[in-house]
């Protein structure tokens, strides 16, 4: 019965096995993945855009990339891991280098969030020329440091989504693979965005 | 992180196995057009986190950076849609299922049709992606188990739909008024 019923649903496909797709090797595809490999990997939210796609908002952040901090605070893998593992010990050292301006942004929504492997709630302490320290909160994944320093040599105030990060003020922070996620994924802490972060990590 | 020459050949050689299923997934449920952007967007993240894309079976993944993909793609839709005031007269499974209704069997379609869109996707991954539990449940995020009743509850809703289309003692369509009569 059951072998039935998937053979008949099968048969309702429109995309069976006998609907030509377009070959990896044809020339236009050729030119996709030729375009796709250009493109920088270290400035996007996981789940980022084409470059073509008119739903995506352009933004004016830097990129922020996350760096393994003195001590070794944040034991980033070299080859494949999805979650960067975090110990306690010396706070995280994040920096926010300002090299791509033009990056865009996807539209926010919990299900990115969702698969982010860092994520915390952290107060800024200190801002001290290119340099921002936060305690960290709360953790919701992927750490457990009690500091995260953010260095911003080209200026904070390109820094996640355009907000400048001000002493006292409270933020949400999202990273992966060793980039501070921006375009909405980190930001001021509202009720709103808390209520997204706990949605998609627990509280 | 890899160096670049190293991304290229895991990405080349990632693209190289899911390009057709992944085409085939994206227009079993968006417009070709769509599709085809769509692909583009996939591909990109798949670039982008390579280093996190499994070794040995890597078409589970990808199809769950589809899904998300499509997702946010569809709210785009619906939130166009709803500027203009038409979502109202749109059923959501319309839009999922517009492909199958050309085709011959539509009592099956038709009948797949009536099931909430959840138990639709789950359906459809088993028969169309040719998925079992265990790789349903690394796209949608839950277990193997979960997965397996739910498939399971889908299938069952699936051939209770159709037997109300259909009912088993007669086969005929005239019977169809007295089937609803007796329930």
């Not at chain 1, 904070?156 to 060793?178: C, H, K, M, N, V």
Request: glycine share 6%.
């Amino acid at each position: 019965m059951t072998d039935e019923l998937r053979e008949r649903l099968a048969r309702l496909d429109p995309m069976h096995s006998e609907v030509p797709t377009e070959s990896v090797t044809t020339p236009s595809s050729r030119q996709l993945l030729e375009d796709i490999m250009s493109t920088p990997v270290t400035e996007q939210p996981e789940t980022g855009p084409t470059p073509k796609k008119s739903r995506w908002l352009l933004g004016v952040a830097a990129a922020a990339a996350l760096v393994v901090a003195v001590g070794g605070a944040l034991a980033l893998s070299d080859g494949g891991s999805a979650d960067p593992t975090v110990v306690a010990g010396p706070p995280l050292e994040l920096n926010a280098g300002a090299n791509d301006s033009m990056a865009m942004c996807i539209v926010f929504d919990v299900e990115f969030l969702r698969p982010m492997p860092l994520a915390f709630e952290g107060t800024v302490t200190e801002v001290e020329g290119d340099t921002v320290t936060l305690t960290a909160d709360h953790w919701f994944k992927g750490g457990d440091a009690s500091q995260v320093v953010i260095n911003a040599p080209q200026g904070l105030e390109a820094l996640i989504d355009s907000f400048p990060l001000e002493l006292g003020e409270q933020y949400l922070i999202t990273a992966t693979d060793g980039n501070v996620n921006y375009c909405g994924f980190s930001g001021p802490s509202t009720p709103e965005l808390r209520s997204a972060f706990e949605e998609a990590f627990g509280s | 992180m890899s160096s670049d020459f190293s991304r290229r050949q895991r990405f080349e050689a990632i693209a190289a196995e899911v390009y057709d299923p992944l085409q085939r997934y994206l227009r079993r449920r968006a417009s070709p057009d769509d599709a085809g952007d769509l692909l583009g967007d996939v591909l990109l993240t798949i670039w982008r986190r390579v280093d996190d894309v499994p070794g040995e079976s890597p078409l589970p993944w990808c199809y769950s950076v589809a899904r998300r993909t499509l997702s946010n793609h569809r709210r785009g839709i619906r939130r166009r849609l709803r500027l203009v005031e038409r979502l109202e007269s749109e059923p959501p499974s319309a839009l999922l299922l517009d492909p199958a209704k050309a085709l011959e069997d539509d009592e099956l379609a038709a009948a797949l049709s009536t099931l909430p869109a959840a138990d639709q996707e789950i359906i459809r991954l088993w028969a169309w992606e040719q998925l079992e539990p265990r790789e349903i449940a690394e796209i949608l995020g839950s277990t193997a188990n979960a997965v397996s009743l739910r498939l399971s509850r889908a299938k069952k809703k699936l051939s209770e739909s159709m037997s109300r289309q259909n009912p088993p003692e007669s086969g005929h369509k005239g019977d169809r008024h007295a089937e609803e009569q007796r329930r």
